[in-house]
């Protein structure tokens, strides 16, 4: 069984030699399903009684596999597949729930975002070291280097993953904590902006643990500057703001001066400069969204970053069936299929980045792959022996098909 969650990626040096044979001999077993499953039309899935999302499974279906009192909750994606809170999976709820509501989609679903943004910040302190932020429920391996890290370590990637939630929270409702928002989001973000934290090259740490802080990662430094920058601005004092706005600077001339491109020209990182591979589409998609929203909170290097060659990176995964593959078409001896996880932020840029009507299709054509008569499988069908059913990779794929809804007219809402 391949597991790849987010801690997982680093141990792929020791997985890919096995990727290819295992692989190519799957995705040839469910080609013919893609083009079966073409045939049932369009994703009609934002109105009662319409026609199916995925082939008989409606977006009421997919909604009502997120416990109501627990969203985030569910098997995970690490050693031991253990049912786990996972901080990643609340903040997915809360972004798909805000953007729910704001553009009435199924207004007749109880809307989960208090429920999961007040679990976010009643547990913003579960490291051991006191440190406020997110992490995994396990304890991690991070870089399989034999430094375990203890159970809920905060990581720069699940922590700027909330802050995005908290803040799209608190900038969309009237009734968000707003003054707890701020105080535990400047706090969560101050310590990965400390400069005796950054790596060697100058990018925010994957953790602030010293074994992590060894390693330069892309995608998880990119995301959380990209919450650094948007974060000034409700900053408690200057020195905070341009704490903050110097680390998210410091991020992005890193990538900038390690970004790599393409044979199509696009720009994109390999997982970090201590690994000779690219990232893969989820992970990809973290920088993405990093470095749009630091162009967007308008970040200082913004005239040095091609934003155009850094989207571009994102019509890169297409198979030639037409569906996602889990990493790029030039990335030597990986030809592994998308996970849920993969779909699921590719919903979300195709639908919310555009013009990206490329990814969104192969999106929209790869995720039927991964239906059971139980939800929604790690990987398509058949792939894992038994299929492996993440409730995380689930939130994901709730907040593709929210994204990528269309709204409702105001004479069909229902409050």
């Known amino acids: 069984m391949l597991l790849v969650a987010d801690g997982a990626d680093r141990e792929v040096g020791r997985i890919v030699s096995g990727l290819l044979s295992r692989y190519t001999i799957v995705l040839a077993g469910f080609v013919a399903a893609v083009v079966a499953v073409a045939a049932f039309g369009g994703w009609n899935w934002y109105r009662p009684g319409e026609a199916s999302v995925l082939r008989d499974v409606s977006l009421d279906q997919v909604y009502r596999r997120l416990d109501a009192q627990h969203p985030g909750r569910g098997v995970t994606d690490y050693p031991g597949n253990t049912v786990e809170d996972v901080p990643k999976a609340y903040a997915s709820v809360l972004l798909a729930e805000i953007s729910r509501a704001s553009r009435r989609i199924r207004g007749d679903l109880p809307n989960l975002a208090d429920v999961a943004g007040k679990w ?63 105080a535990v989001t400047e706090q969560a973000l101050a310590a990965y902006a400390d400069p005796m934290v950054r790596t060697a090259s100058g990018l925010i740490p994957y953790s602030l643990r010293p074994s992590d802080r060894a390693y330069d990662t892309f995608n998880s430094a990119a995301y959380i500057a990209g919450q650094m920058q948007r974060f000034a601005s409700y900053a408690s004092s200057p020195e905070i703001a341009d704490l903050l706005k110097s680390a998210a600077d410091a991020t992005m001339a890193s990538l900038i001066a390690h970004h790599q491109e393409s044979p199509g020209g696009a720009w994109f990182w390999k997982y970090s400069l201590q690994e000779n591979v690219a990232n893969d589409l989820a992970h990809a998609s973290y920088i993405v969204e990093g470095i749009q929203t630091y162009v967007r909170e308008g970040g200082a290097l913004n005239k040095e970053i091609a934003t155009s060659a850094v989207s571009q990176h994102l019509e890169e995964f297409g198979g030639n069936d037409g569906t996602l593959r889990g990493w790029p ?76 809804a269309p709204r409702l007219p105001w004479s069909e809402w229902k409050p």
Request: with cysteine; charged share 20%; glycine share 10%.
């Open 120 to 182: 976010l910040l009643a547990n913003s302190r579960l490291d051991e070291n006191g440190v406020v932020g997110w992490g995994v429920p396990v304890a991690w391996d991070a870089y399989g280097d034999g430094s375990v890290n203890p159970v809920n370590t905060s990581y720069a990637i699940s922590t700027g993953i909330v802050v995005d939630a908290l803040l799209t929270w608190m900038e969309a409702s009237a009734t968000a904590p707003a003054g707890e928002i701020r």
């Open 329 to 404: 078409t030039f990335q030597d001896n990986i030809d592994a299929p998308a996970r849920l996880y993969d779909v699921g932020m590719a919903l979300v840029l195709g639908c919310n980045s555009g013009p990206h009507e490329k990814l969104e299709e192969q999106a929209k054509k790869t995720a039927p792959l991964h239906r059971t008569d139980q939800g929604f499988s790690r990987y398509p069908v058949g792939v894992d022996d038994p299929d492996l059913i993440v409730k995380e990779y689930e939130t994901y794929l709730w907040r593709g098909m929210v994204a990528c």
